[in-house]
């Protein structure tokens, strides 16, 4: 809360006579908290109160109304008392404090969002009926449709059958227009059109979920507009109650240009895509730190969870920056033809079939190709059991030019927060261009690849803080594949079913949009051939256990520099570098053991890596079954069994699994460990 506020004592609160009206519609006095008729001091105690003790100083429903005028749908909030005083002071020429309805979402401090009055009216459904009290300049009723073509505030009740909502303010005589539909406990449907139509609107059409209220919006099987909510322009979807849209025919929310979805309990229906917005769509608002109030479920029979398919330079992005975010879809869970960023929130995503998918699709089996699907040619990897569709947990496509062999603009997709749970049969990170990953907590479980980039793979920042993110990987093909991987900081483990970590890349198509990229082909499915890939790693703890069979816990078709960090590697070959290449290790702490070993540490036991005094390196459960190791560095132990204490666990996503860099161990089994290799090929198998 504001210190203005947290200063004023009820004293100088009960002091202050001065009374101002705010002026609006007959139903609501902004900025009246209390219900007396005037706008003054004494509301803002009131505000102050009600959010300090909500049990002992309770808002009736219309004080809850009045009161909320900073960010018009969220509840009411510290800002909401800030707003009102500077009211009283003449800071603000009227309540709301932004017609937008969005403290500060213009801009930065300082903007009050002063845009003058705000008018309210009502719209009000009975079946095929609409009676409204907007005047006719304002908003006409025909043919059970009503068109909004002036800015104000709507506050829409009742159920419709076979009715629409059609906004449509011309932008060239008021190009600032804000509509807001607030929603108070509706139901509309519409066979044959999206119940909800922006047609045009010179800034936004707000939907508002309004507290305490359940609304649906639902289209029919012959939609002529692709979605139950169908936009031209920006609209924004907030509130702190329901919203159900059913899109019937084929998506549920489609925008021709923006889709913000700033709070509210919003769940999406839809035959195809969930929620598609051209050029951008944004989930939490940037600048808000509490995203307790948005929650957000798409389902999908047939298409995407969220995406954006604009190819303009810079559009074509989805943002997610907070909220419950829980994603059902056939096809991919987020996509993007630009970009992806995720800065927070708690994000959920299945796809298809899930992990558990194992059919082998007509689209990989028929593609030519010899060992490992794709000897000297094809497009394939060596996973035959993949989908031949895109379902991929989250995927940035990119630009190619029209040959399909060169990325002209974007495919990046960066994650910098938040909580990731993935669970897919496609891959559950994919794109063309870049994956940057420098936060957040990443669980996911793949039929196909974890992280796959065509481009490179980069984890971490060079100057982060070691434990900046962390990745588990509970099942995949391969876990991390890119044209060069490098790892700077984090946590990264991996239980793979082929290599762990991949330097090779190439498009592997199954819908990222490059169909003739290069790093086609690959002996036993290394994609790119041996050239002049890198896997760098230079910090952070690397945890590799690859299948029985021929799979390498860490692969480059170039160079392998390993200058820090912790690696712990299991596979056939666990580190494999290209021909003509070579594994240079420098650095850090490197554990190698062959999955074809005798089978000294068996899968389940805690694997233990410590120096002479028992101070403990690196601590795991074991995924498959190991080896006897073999360390680049001597003086240190290795044990199965025993108790850690004191240590820190780097992977919070999964009980059943812990990684601890620090602490002690008492007791354990002592395993024999070789060791003396220092870098080049010097590979114990």
């Keep these: 809360m504001r210190k203005f506020i947290a200063g004023l004592s009820m004293a100088m609160i009960q002091a202050l006579t001065l009374t101002a009206v705010a002026t609006h519609g007959a139903d609501v006095k902004y900025g009246d908290a209390n219900c007396d008729g005037d706008v003054n001091m004494a509301d803002v ?16 429903e219309q004080g809850l109304d009045n009161a909320d005028v900073s960010n018009r749908g969220d509840g009411v909030t510290g800002a909401d008392a800030y707003a009102v005083q500077k009211f009283i002071a003449g800071e603000l020429k009227s309540l709301p404090e932004s017609v937008t309805g969005d403290s500060g979402d213009k801009g930065d401090s300082g903007d009050t969002g ?8 009502k719209i009000k459904f009975n079946g095929s009926e609409i009676d409204t009290d907007a005047p006719a300049d304002t908003a006409t009723v025909a043919d059970s449709v009503i068109t909004i073509t002036r800015e104000g505030s709507y506050n829409i009740t009742g159920t419709g059958e076979e009715v629409q909502i059609i906004v449509d303010v011309d932008k060239t005589a008021y ?4 509509v807001e539909l607030n929603l108070k406990g509706v139901e509309l449907t519409n066979s044959t059109a999206a119940p909800i139509y922006v047609e045009s609107i ?3 059409v707000q939907i508002i979920a309004k507290s305490g209220t359940d609304n649906t919006i639902s289209d029919g099987t012959a939609n002529t507009n692709d979605g139950a909510i169908y936009a031209e322009d920006d609209i924004k979807i907030k509130g702190s109650g329901n919203l159900v849209v059913n899109g019937n025919t084929s998506d549920g929310i489609v925008c021709k240009n923006d889709i913000k979805i700033y709070n509210g309990n919003i769940t999406v229906n839809a035959v195809d895509d969930g929620i598609r917005g051209k050029d951008s769509v944004t989930v939490g608002n940037a600048k808000d730190t509490d995203f307790s109030g948005l929650n957000l479920t798409v389902n999908t029979q047939q298409g995407d969870g969220i995406k954006s398919t604009s190819t303009t330079e810079c559009d074509g992005t989805v943002e997610i920056n907070g909220g419950n975010v829980n994603i059902t879809s056939y096809a991919d869970g987020i996509q993007a033809e630009q970009a992806v960023e995720i800065n927070g929130g708690e994000l959920t995503i299945y796809t298809y079939e899930g992990s558990g998918f194992g059919g082998t699709s007509d689209g990989n089996s028929s593609q030519p190709g ?3 699907g794709g000897f000297g040619g094809g497009m394939q990897e060596g996973n035959s059991n993949k989908t031949d569709i895109s379902a991929k947990g989250i995927k940035a496509v990119g630009l190619y030019d029209t040959d399909g062999t060169t990325l002209l603009t974007g495919g990046e997709i960066t994650i910098n927060g938040g909580k990731i749970t993935i669970d897919s049969s496609d891959d559950c990170i994919h794109c063309s261009g870049e994956i940057e990953t420098e936060g957040g907590i990443l669980k996911l479980a793949t039929a196909d690849d974890a992280l796959h980039a065509d481009g490179d793979v980069i984890l971490g920042e060079e100057n982060g803080a070691d434990n900046d993110f962390e990745i588990y990987v509970t099942k995949c093909y391969e876990g991390i594949e890119g044209n060069n991987i490098h790892q700077y900081r984090g946590t990264v483990v991996v239980k793979s079913g082929d290599d762990g970590y991949n330097a090779a890349g190439g498009a592997d198509n199954s819908g ?6 290069w790093g086609q082909g690959g002996f036993g ?4 051939g041996s050239g002049g890939n890198l896997l760098e790693i230079t910090g952070g703890v690397a945890i590799v256990q690859s299948a029985s069979g021929d799979h390498d816990g860490f692969d480059s078709n170039g160079n392998v520099n390993i200058t820090g960090g912790i690696v712990i590697a299991n596979g056939q070959e666990t580190i494999d570098c290209g021909d003509g290449y070579s594994e240079n290790i420098t650095g850090g702490t490197v554990v190698e053991c062959s999955s074809q070993g005798t089978g000294a540490i068996q899968a389940g036991e805690q694997f233990t890596v410590a120096d002479a005094d028992g101070n403990v390196i690196v601590s795991f459960t074991t995924m498959q079954n190991m080896g006897s190791p073999v360390l680049n560095n001597t003086s240190l132990k290795c044990y199965t069994g025993g108790t850690i204490t004191g240590g820190t666990n780097l992977i919070t996503s999964d009980e059943a699994m812990a990684v601890y860099t620090d602490g002690a161990i008492a007791g354990g089994t002592a395993v024999s460990a070789g060791g003396g290799f220092s870098g080049g090929n010097n590979r114990p198998w």
């Design 370 to 372: 010899g060992f490992g």
């Design 45 to 60: 105690a009131t505000i102050v109160q009600y959010i300090g003790n909500k049990d002992a100083y309770s808002l009736t």
């Design 525 to 528: 499915g290394n994609m790119g």
């Design 202 to 204: 010179g800034d936004e």
């Design 512 to 517: 990222s949009g490059n169909n003739m990229g």
């Design 175 to 178: 190009p600032d227009a804000v």
């Design 114 to 121: 002063d845009t003058g009055e705000t008018s309210e009216y």
